[in-house]
């Protein structure tokens, strides 16, 4: 087996960083209350995979993706509803894979690419860049080098003293570096290294990583391209590592807005935007004004949906669509 060694430096502010996550960690490690982490993983396994995706381009919003995962039907592009529903696959099989394992790699990227490419489970056969827009970043090493390749990352993962964030953050970005599928690596980078967190510490299953990343997509790739100019992977461990540690502070459990039955009917009625008409029509009401009084009025007031044209709320193309906020509570809600 060869001894790779991942070129990587290890500043202070990485240290800092890995010390103040591992304190974050151990605060929350504390929550009692099992019925709220259960809600609060559901939510946070949606905002994961929502995130992840997104970043790849798919558009389904967080309350579509609840509704693939409650069985329920949307409408929408079929390979976008695809990735959905080969991501959910993928993270509840998340506990069964070892990080170092490259049977459960190629497995696990079977389930997030069964359906969409032909060579889901392989590496890939051919050379391939990293586009952004019509300009190749990057050109990937030759087909040939990368089952070797991955064999060196994998027992150095294997080996490694480095402590879970460091190795996490490292490996993601050897991982886009070698780029060893035909498709499907970025979301593959970022699962592996939510599965190495895992395993350091449960609480990394479901923590939404992939959500702060798709906020910062920018900056995420900025990193990828900084560290191989550099030959050094420290500005993208440094960016992880930050995304981390605001994943943690903003994973605290969320009080569970109260509403209305009329409202819960509401919400659970809306699919992507609709009309005043088509949710009255969807709910079979007849009464205008008790729509908007029962209905309308307090999902509005609570944030718990919002207008498409707020700053024209009696256009005839007024539009009505679940928030953030509305997507979370239905998850907390929805069996």
Known sequence: MNSYQPPYTVTSEILNRVAAISEAVGRLAVLSDQAKTL????????????????????????????????????????????????????????????????NDLLEAHRFLMSGLIDEAGCYRTSGVGVMAGKQVIHMAPP???????????????????????????????????????????????RLWQSLLLARWNALFADLPVESLVFEHQTEYYQALQESTAKTDSAPFIIFMLRMIQDAITTSA?????????????????????????????????????????????????NGLIAMTIPDRPNSRLQRYRLTDQGSHWLATTQQ
């Open 39 to 102: 809600r609060l993983r559901r939510i946070n396994r949606i905002r994961t995979i929502h995130g992840s995706l997104a970043i790849e381009g798919n558009t389904l919003s967080e309350a579509q993706i609840t509704a693939i995962l409650n069985g329920k039907r949307v409408i929408a592009p079929p390979r976008e509803v695809q990735e959905v529903k080969n991501a959910l696959a993928a993270y509840e099989r998340f506990a069964n894979w070892q990080p170092w394992a490259e």
């Open 143 to 189: 087909a040939d080098r990368v089952p070797f390749l991955m064999a060196g990352l994998l027992h150095w993962l294997a080996v490694t003293d480095a402590h879970p964030l460091i190795a996490g953050a490292v490996f993601h970005y050897e991982f886009e570096f070698i780029h060893p599928f035909s498709d499907g690596n970025g979301r593959m980078g």
């Open 253 to 301: 459990p969320q009080v569970t807005p109260q509403v209305s039955p009329q409202v819960r009917a509401l919400l659970v009625t809306i699919q992507g935007d609709m009309s005043r008409e088509e949710l009255q029509r969807s709910l079979g009401l007849l009464d205008r004004k008790s729509f908007h009084t029962r209905y309308l009025k307090p999902a509005l007031a």
